[in-house]
């Protein structure tokens, strides 16, 4: 499957802006961003829920776009579980085998089977008003499969799901996909359920792609400073990169750390901003040096501590930096904010004010 320079808009409001992508057979794609981004949009218009207003969706060597959804060889599970309420669990797993035409012998036996597959068994006759959350969500997924789909959409299926229920079927509707060899497309605005189930993540930002890659990828080397920021790096430093022969020196207010040509030949000149995360960063005597490390002079100004480490909120550089840290400090404390040079995503200052889109 793929798309080719997909546009959609709604009444007057352009959407989704020449969106191409592919997906390899087998795959399962994680679409991720935060709201209005354009990911439910896009997963919508490949199940034919969301008219395009131009562009490209190939199945199988096919433009779908202009198709109906049931023709697209596609099924969806909605966030909603959107289930009959007043039919059996029979009912609503067979429900796409009736509208194409099965007999009930065939229905019975395909759900019998389901069921089966999805530890469901005996449940046929049940209400789906008196099941579970989770018993809900895997009528939801076995309705879709029951049509042996080749491409498995799923729109934030777990939402509505308990944390503890929610790992559960992270990993059951990963396992399904990769048993049945499906194409799974899922949008999620959930990171780490996104990294978990995903062999692929794509970033969405305002309409357009940011950043396509594995997991590692995205998330250890952002593409741009909202995809470092979307990922989880949501502390900023603002820096000074001056470049020379030997390579280039890195200010932030008083501290300053240098990088040899190798290293540093993919930053930015000038002025430049730092991305890193909560856990990269720790803190030292406010006059310890290091040829490795970027050690900013800062005062903590807030502890918490939500278990096995602490949380602190550091006054540094004339920011507001959040800092796990093993050690207890007092508030007040002078401290050197110690951030491994190799652990910041550095890009240029005109796109700190991107993240926001």
């Known amino acids: ?30 679409l991720l961003g935060s709201s209005g981004c354009g990911k439910t949009t896009l997963l919508r218009s490949l199940s034919g829920f969301v008219p395009v207003q131009s562009g490209s969706i190939i199945v199988g060597g096919k433009d779908v776009a202009s198709l109906p959804p049931e023709k697209r060889g596609m099924a969806m599970v909605f966030q909603s579980y959107a289930l009959w309420p007043h039919m059996t669990v029979l009912q609503n797993i067979g429900y796409g085998l009736k509208l194409r035409g099965a007999t009930k012998a065939q229905i019975a036996a395909k759900v019998a089977a389901m069921l089966e597959f999805l530890g469901l068994a005996g449940y046929e006759n049940r209400k789906v008003t008196a099941l579970s959350g989770g018993q809900r969500q895997r009528v939801a997924l076995g309705r879709a499969l029951a049509i042996d789909p080749g491409i498995l959409l799923l729109d934030e299926p777990l939402s509505n799901l308990d944390a503890k229920i929610r790992m559960t079927m992270r990993h059951e509707i990963r396992a399904i996909q990769q048993r049945l060899g499906l194409t799974a497309v899922h949008v999620t605005h959930d990171r780490e359920e996104a990294m978990t189930m995903a062999d692929r993540l794509v970033i969405m930002q305002a309409g357009r792609i940011a950043q396509v890659g594995t997991p590692e990828e995205v998330y250890d080397r952002p ?135």
Do not use: C, W
């Open 223 to 357: 593409a741009t400073a909202f995809v470092a920021n979307f990922m989880g790096a949501e502390n900023v430093l603002p820096l000074r990169v001056e470049r020379s022969e030997q390579g280039a020196r890195l200010s932030a207010g008083e501290a300053t750390a240098s990088l040899a040509n190798a290293v540093s030949s993919a930053l930015p000149s000038g002025d430049a901003v730092a991305y890193f995360r909560d856990d990269v960063a720790r803190l030292d005597a406010s006059d310890a040096t290091s040829v490795d490390d970027l050690i900013v002079p800062g005062l903590i100004a807030a502890r918490a501590y939500p278990g096995g480490v602490y949380r602190y909120r550091v006054e540094a550089a004339g920011r507001q930096i959040t800092v796990d840290d093993a050690d207890r400090h007092e508030l007040g404390t002078k401290v050197g904010l110690r951030i491994p040079l190799q652990r910041l995503h550095i890009f240029p200052a005109s796109e700190a004010g991107s993240i926001a889109a």
């Open 1 to 30: 499957m793929a798309v080719r320079d997909l546009h959609v808009a709604y009444g007057g409001t352009r959407v989704l802006h020449g969106v191409s992508l592919d997906f390899t057979p087998g795959s399962f794609t994680a």
